[in-house]
């Protein structure tokens, strides 16, 4: 995260009002006890907590879009990336502020924005007031807040979706599953004035630095720099990929030499057909020409106070030792 991601900022709220959604079946964990959680939390900062829970797809978007109308300060949400994809895309170009409390299987977003991945935590973040406006993207006209993509982890994301269980080891499942059998296609991608045609295993466009569980797929990505990050990667052999899948958990992906990176504000990619991909994660079913931009400061998101810029192997190491010291509390937490 850049410094300007960290930027404080008062929170004006138009009334004491926030709304937590709960994604009831999100990642692996229960969401027993969450709204007595928040509801505790809000009281102690002199707020009023409405609570609502999504039973099916674009719930997330309704409920987020009434607590707009309605004039909210804030809607937190609690579910992994697609329901803060579905809350986020309802609060664009409004005065009201989105808090993550991550409860998801990658929790992209919250990861790059380093909201702690245990609800307790992330209420801090909530009640420091630190609120930062954020870019997205949209592919075709629909929202992305992490990153959206093309190839194979957009095959993965198929295939993870079908998947009866959730969780990393399932997803890592379905990757080693789908490498067996995916084969590369090749893109055309016209961005800031050039014109580029690549042979790729995939194409990652971030807004966002990582996919989620600290795959790092842009690693330098901002939310607030006004530009995509765009990943291309070329195919190659058995110990390629294994080296790849190295630099994307240490955060060197942009140093391998198979990885083509850039930025834009736009771009146009044309691809053989309709087919396959991903949005924040979500699979989907997109056209042959594909219209991305990038939508400047629209998003209101708390984020922590203090976050350090990203550094290779050591970002990454930290990540793992406070995911893995969170995963020890709540084991032993009564």
């Given amino acids: 995260m850049s410094a300007a991601e960290t ?8 009334d004491q009002r926030v709304m937590l959604i709960i994604n009831p079946i999100s990642g692996t964990g229960s969401k027993d006890g969450v709204a007595a959680t928040v509801e505790k939390r809000m009281v102690r ?15 997330a978007t309704r409920l987020a879009a009434e607590a707009s109308r309605s004039g909210y300060g804030a809607v937190l949400a609690c579910g992994g990336d697609g329901t803060v994809n579905e809350t986020a895309r309802a609060l664009c170009g409004s005065a009201t502020a989105m808090g993550i409390l991550p409860a ?9 924005l380093g909201v702690p991945m245990d609800i307790e935590l992330a209420l801090d973040v909530v009640e420091q007031g630190n609120i930062v406006a954020s870019d997205y993207g949209t592919v075709n006209d629909i929202p992305f807040f992490c990153t959206f993509g093309m190839g194979f982890d957009a095959a993965v994301s198929h295939r993870f979706a079908r998947m009866h269980r959730r969780g990393l080891m399932s997803y890592i499942k379905s990757a080693i599953t789908e490498y067996v059998q995916f084969r590369p296609q090749t893109y055309t991608l016209s961005a800031n004035g050039k014109l580029l045609t690549e042979k790729a295993f995939l194409v990652a466009v971030c807004n966002a630095s990582q996919w989620g569980n600290n795959a790092y797929i842009a690693p330098q990505a901002s ?13 190659g052999s058995p110990i390629d990929a294994a080296v790849m899948g190295m630099d994307i958990f240490t955060g060197f992906i942009n140093k391998n030499t198979m990885v083509h990176c850039f930025r834009a504000p736009a771009a146009v990619i044309y691809r053989s057909g309709a087919g396959e991909a991903h949005v924040d994660g979500e699979p989907m079913m997109l056209d042959d020409i594909l219209d991305i931009r990038c939508h400047r400061s629209a998003l209101r998101l708390f984020t922590p106070g203090t976050h350090s810029s990203f550094r290779p192997i050591v970002t990454p190491i930290k990540d793992m030792l406070r995911d893995a010291r969170l995963s020890l509390n709540h084991l032993f937490r009564p």
């Fill in 7 to 14: 930027q404080r900022n008062h929170i004006e709220m138009p």
């Fill in 45 to 59: 900062m002199g707020l009023h907590l409405d609570v609502r829970e999504t039973g099916g797809r674009g719930d």
């Fill in 104 to 112: 998801g299987s990658g929790n992209g977003l919250a990861r790059h």
């Fill in 223 to 235: 939310i607030t720099d006004g530009l995509l990050d765009i990943t291309i990667v070329h195919s």
